[in-house]
């Protein structure tokens, strides 16, 4: 049986959510029951979703076990990196302006724009024939 979470929060970017549970240990992260390494395959991915523990100086400080759903890849590394920020902030408020400065507490806003009819996609438009 797994140890109490000391904090679990939420992050979201795009269409993924993440939950993330950080638990005092080694450094170990598990997402969706898999192994840090085998869920998140690049080195970028791997470096967005702990730029909070680096900026922070607690690499090996906690365990992350998150889960998460929805969206690609690219936004399930920035939503585990928000939710993990702020469960920083739920442990040590005075991490709070160290993260805030580095972006890290701050909701990416942008999203998908809507298809409009008459068009391909949201701008694209079909091929124009001049006979």
Same mark, same amino acid.
């Given at each position: 049986?797994?140890?109490?979470?000391?904090?679990?929060?939420?992050?979201?970017?795009?269409?993924?959510? &993440?939950?993330?549970?950080?638990?005092?240990?080694?450094?170990?992260?598990?997402?969706?029951?898999?192994?840090?390494?085998?869920?998140?395959?690049?080195?970028?991915?791997?470096?967005?979703?702990?730029?909070?523990?680096?900026?922070? #100086? &607690? #690499?090996?400080?906690?365990?992350?076990?998150?889960?998460?759903?929805?969206?690609?890849?690219?936004?399930?590394?920035?939503?585990?990196?928000?939710?993990?920020?702020?469960?920083?902030? #739920?442990?040590?408020?005075?991490?709070?302006?160290?993260?805030?400065?580095?972006?890290?507490?701050?909701?990416?806003?942008?999203?998908? #724009?809507?298809?409009?009819?008459?068009?391909?996609?949201?701008?694209? &438009?079909?091929?124009?024939?001049?006979?």
């Amino acid at each position: 049986m797994a140890t109490k979470p000391l904090t679990q929060s939420t992050g979201r970017r795009k269409e993924a959510v &993440a939950r993330a549970r950080l638990r005092p240990g080694n450094g170990t992260h598990t997402i969706n029951g898999k192994p840090f390494d085998a869920y998140f395959t690049t080195a970028m991915q791997r470096m967005v979703v702990t730029e909070a523990l680096r900026v922070t #100086e &607690a #690499e090996t400080a906690y365990d992350i076990d998150a889960t998460m759903h929805g969206g690609g890849i690219s936004g399930q590394a920035g939503a585990l990196r928000m939710a993990v920020a702020r469960g920083l902030v #739920e442990i040590n408020p005075d991490a709070r302006p160290t993260l805030k400065k580095a972006g890290l507490l701050t909701r990416d806003p942008r999203r998908k #724009e809507s298809k409009k009819y008459g068009l391909k996609k949201a701008r694209k &438009a079909p091929q124009y024939t001049k006979r």
